[in-house]
């Protein structure tokens, strides 16, 4: 077997294993159940909620945007370059002509667009569901509110409501089945790009930063999911379909390593894009909201988001 093989599967061993036991953690140990948690336990989880704030955030910002940006811009150049190309060999068009109207097309910012429809497309999805949810009408013999989109009984969580997912948990966040989905997507491409590695260091290098990232994200997906008020077996079922993203990826991308194939890049791009909108919404109107909410010293929150933050930005500089 070539090392560079043995490389990718070890990596891709070490992936799963360290998501899921990531992961597990706090959605498996009662200790992190914030209704029961009182005085300097709840202060300390409450620590523990900014710093997975502060992942997410730089997760958002330094990995799931900056990746869609540059990957969009970078597959729409090349769809601009292979058109000149074409009508280079036809002739109908001057270079100067051509030169300018390229220009014209990667000066809108076109990757921005995407993101911002992903952003949208979370926010019109939520707010038909709770519409929905609302104007409901009460069945006879029940109360006025649907029992359906009252939020979990978590009082640490307000602004969770659990709504019903078509095969999902009826009494789960939707919140938190969008922050799922996006943090999964994100993963399958981070997968993806370790398995089309060409060099045994360079996949080495990319796979330990995936490792670290994946670490902390899952830890912080997992608290999220507990915090959220979901149920126990679809936590176990988000956070082991989570675990199994990166790795799927993976083997994609060594399939087509080996294969020599290319996969549709422009169209994993743009979802790329539109998950990394999702992700912004999720984390700037949801999580970092719900954290600086608390009633915990102002200066000692901004002190854990910005080490979560901080974690993230220097996973950057090897990712």
């Given at each position: 077997m070539?090392?560079l093989?043995?490389?990718?599967?070890?990596c891709l061993?070490?992936?799963?294993?360290?998501?899921l036991?990531?992961?597990?953690?706090?959605?498996?140990?009662?200790?992190?159940?914030?209704?029961?948690?009182?005085?300097?336990?709840?202060?300390?989880?409450?620590?523990?909620g900014?710093?997975a704030?502060g992942v997410?955030?730089?997760?958002?910002?330094?990995?799931?945007?900056?990746?869609?940006?540059?990957?969009?811009?970078?597959?729409?150049?090349?769809?601009?370059?292979?058109?000149?190309?074409?009508?280079?060999?036809?002739g109908?068009?001057?270079?100067?002509?051509?030169?300018s109207a390229?220009?014209?097309?990667?000066?809108?910012?076109f990757?921005?667009?995407?993101?911002?429809l992903g952003?949208?497309?979370?926010?019109?999805?939520?707010?038909?569901?709770?519409?929905c949810?609302?104007?409901?009408p009460?069945?006879?013999?029940?109360?006025?509110?649907?029992?359906?989109?009252?939020a979990?009984?978590?009082?640490?969580?307000?602004?969770?409501?659990?709504?019903?997912?078509?095969?999902?948990?009826?009494?789960g966040?939707?919140?938190?089945?969008?922050?799922?989905?996006?943090?999964?997507?994100?993963?399958?491409?981070e997968?993806?790009?370790?398995?089309?590695?060409?060099?045994?260091?360079?996949a080495?290098?990319?796979?330990?930063?995936?490792l670290?990232?994946?670490?902390?994200?899952?830890?912080?997906?997992?608290?999220q999911?507990?915090?959220?008020?979901?149920?126990?077996?679809?936590?176990l079922?988000?956070?082991g379909?989570f675990?199994?993203?990166?790795?799927?990826?993976?083997?994609?991308?060594?399939?087509?390593?080996?294969?020599?194939?290319?996969?549709?890049?422009?169209?994993?791009?743009?979802?790329?894009?539109?998950?990394?909108g999702?992700?912004?919404?999720i984390?700037?109107?949801?999580?970092?909201?719900?954290?600086?909410?608390?009633?915990?010293?102002?200066?000692?929150?901004f002190?854990?988001?910005a080490?979560?933050?901080?974690?993230?930005?220097?996973?950057?500089?090897?990712?």
């Amino acid at each position: 077997m070539e090392p560079l093989l043995v490389v990718k599967i070890g990596c891709l061993v070490a992936l799963l294993f360290i998501t899921l036991v990531c992961g597990l953690i706090p959605a498996q140990v009662k200790w992190f159940q914030i209704k029961a948690a009182k005085g300097w336990h709840r202060r300390i989880l409450s620590y523990i909620g900014c710093f997975a704030a502060g992942v997410f955030l730089g997760a958002c910002l330094m990995h799931t945007a900056a990746d869609a940006l540059t990957d969009i811009q970078g597959e729409l150049g090349k769809r601009l370059q292979q058109a000149v190309a074409g009508q280079n060999l036809t002739g109908t068009q001057n270079n100067s002509s051509r030169a300018s109207a390229c220009g014209a097309e990667l000066d809108y910012p076109f990757a921005e667009l995407v993101i911002s429809l992903g952003f949208f497309l979370v926010f019109l999805t939520e707010s038909l569901v709770l519409h929905c949810c609302h104007s409901a009408p009460p069945s006879h013999g029940a109360p006025d509110k649907d029992p359906a989109c009252s939020a979990p009984s978590v009082p640490s969580v307000p602004h969770s409501h659990g709504v019903p997912v078509p095969g999902g948990p009826s009494p789960g966040s939707f919140r938190a089945l969008v922050l799922f989905i996006t943090l999964s997507l994100h993963s399958l491409f981070e997968g993806l790009a370790v398995g089309v590695q060409q060099g045994e260091a360079g996949a080495l290098q990319l796979c330990l930063a995936v490792l670290a990232h994946k670490g902390v994200i899952a830890f912080s997906l997992g608290l999220q999911l507990v915090q959220s008020g979901t149920r126990p077996r679809w936590r176990l079922l988000y956070l082991g379909i989570f675990a199994l993203m990166s790795p799927s990826g993976m083997a994609v991308g060594i399939g087509l390593s080996l294969s020599g194939g290319a996969a549709s890049g422009l169209a994993m791009a743009l979802l790329e894009g539109l998950a990394a909108g999702t992700f912004l919404y999720i984390t700037f109107l949801e999580i970092l909201p719900h954290e600086l909410s608390s009633s915990e010293p102002p200066l000692a929150k901004f002190s854990f988001i910005a080490l979560g933050f901080t974690v993230m930005a220097t996973i950057a500089v090897w990712a």
